[in-house]
């Protein structure tokens, strides 16, 4: 059988998703955005929920989230997405609410924001990318930066008695009773994607039933940030990021 | 069962990183010597062992590969 | 004939919210303002008009629940005292930003810093020219009673809705405690989810196949088209400047003096009126209503006519700025205040008047 007789129509299996707009996404070549944006594009088809779906975005490299997922967007200041989720989803409870933040946002200005969040129970969804490391303002130290690691602002590397330790946000609001759900992920494999793709949908499903706030880390790679290719920033991942952030859930209350 | 597969690269908009020829578990894919308008070297399929697994689709932040699969 | 009830001007603000038909409030508590959120919890308004009233952790955090809630199109409000307003000053930007409308109320009390808990007009610069960073106006409306401040919060959410814009009600640590009697309007349902649509198609209500979807964002990287849309706020700006000007005069057809006064003060300032007009003394009084925007051209033409001006605060001299700009040197132009969360008697505005103007 020829290729051409192959590439017809009705023998598609895997397409960019609906939701996913046709703006070339500004993101460097081989960042994990894209891909969780297409897992959440995919998620929100699947559950056709489109109508019912208010993203909120953050500042950082995903301050334009909003150009790239067909659906309504809030973008927050610095660190305040899940203020404006909080609000959103009372407002509108028979919404679908979530925000998408990086460590920087997330981790850092916004620790206040996401800890009550989770204390208050809302019913919203966080992603959270997790890079150890600032994008958007040019690979600055996060909060979540390993120890060692170099960054513009760590150009020795991150020593804890100069920069302190790395936070590890996940297990922090898992000890929260307003949370419902909490996992850790990755999109660096194909069976990675498969299964933080999972992870998400059911952060959608668990907002649908008020039992709290759930919560996807997604450990990622800043190639650009971390000065290494797409290809050798995944390997360097799983080597490094995911001893100090495992994969697996955290937390899962209807379990 | 037995399965057959091929990809279609959205060359113009791929940005060359390389993550869908690391995952590829046939090794049908590999970056182009040629460049795109935007100076990348695109992805392209090689061959004919691709069996449809959308590996690489999954893993492309750009949303760049459409996989076609045929039960042979 | 209307119900009339006695209370503070803090509960005056919860009681009209829930009777205007606001969809939200968050806030923080910070004297002398925290009788609004505790107002609204003890009237319970989610069980009647399905009002949402939520304690945040901060009023950063407040202030961007009400960004959210705006974000929705809904009515949502928030009310702090200076402290917390410097805090809520980058939402109020951001807001500002994407154009969204909001009722904020600053319960004025006296600084810098922690300053005291006493009331205070010292927010008059940070509120009437700025509240956050970035080029523009909040619309500033500064009531003057426990009756202003039930009033000014439908007042508000209108001109909020009408221009898109963040509305701040500029009130002060006497009006929020005072008790005073309080006229009950009808009670106004709050908006249903077609009200929104069709009022505010902007906003995030769900994207719905028959229209793109909606951002609510103040980002822009390219600096064309931040220009374009600075300039689109500015011409939204000399509209309410060209509509939206109110004020209430005393006594100022035959004056030959004239005080400036916003708030509580303009209250004291009009028994000092009164005093010096036994003495045979024509004095007026121009209260501005809008602190922004500015009655410039009618404290224009009455200078024309005076001796003197005053600006009488209860600050180091912030309005008084606006008064010279107004003012252009047709006459002097004085000031007097008191800080700290100290308030001037009738009898001292007379006697600074006297000083100012060289009168036994």
Known sequence: MDIAEIKRPENIVYRKPALITDNVMHYCPGCSHGTVHKLIAEVIDEMGIQESTIGISPVGCSVFAYNYIDIDWEEAAHGRAPALASATKRLCPDKHVFTYQGDGDLASIGTAEIIHACSRGENIVVIFINNGIYGMTGGQMAPTTLIGMKTSTTPYGRDPRLNGFPMVIADMISHLDGTAYITRQSVHTAAAVRKAKSAIRKAFEYSEKNIGLSFVEIVSTCNSGWKMSPVAANSWMVENMFKKYPIGDIKDVLK | ?72 | MAEKILMKGNEAIAISAIRNGVDGYFGYPITPQSEVMETLMKEKPWETSGMVVLQAESETSAVNMIYGGACCGKKVMTSSSSPGVSLMCEGISYMAGAELPCVIVDVMRGGPGLGTIQPSQSDYDMIVKGGGHGDFHNIVIAPASAQDMYDFVDWGFDLAFRYRNPVIILADGIIGQMMEKVEMHPVKPRRTAEDILRDAPWATTGKTAGRPRNIITSLSLDSDIQEVFNQKLSRKYAEIEAKEVKYIEYLTEDAEYLFVAFGCASRICEAAVDELRQDGIKAGLLRPVTLYPYPFTRVSELSARMKSVMSIELNLGQMVTDVRLAVEGRCPVGFYGRQGGNIFTPEEIVDAFKKFNNLK
Do not use: Q, W
């Open chain 2, 1 to 72: 069962m037995a399965f057959k597969g091929a990809i279609e690269i959205d060359a113009p908009h791929c940005k060359g990183c390389g993550v869908c020829v690391a995952n590829c578990p046939t090794g049908s894919i590999r970056l182009s010597r040629m460049v795109n308008s935007k100076g990348y070297n695109y992805a392209e399929m090689i061959g004919d062992a691709c069996i449809g697994c959308s590996a690489c689709a999954l893993v492309c932040p750009d949303s760049v590969i459409t996989v076609y699969r045929v039960k042979i």
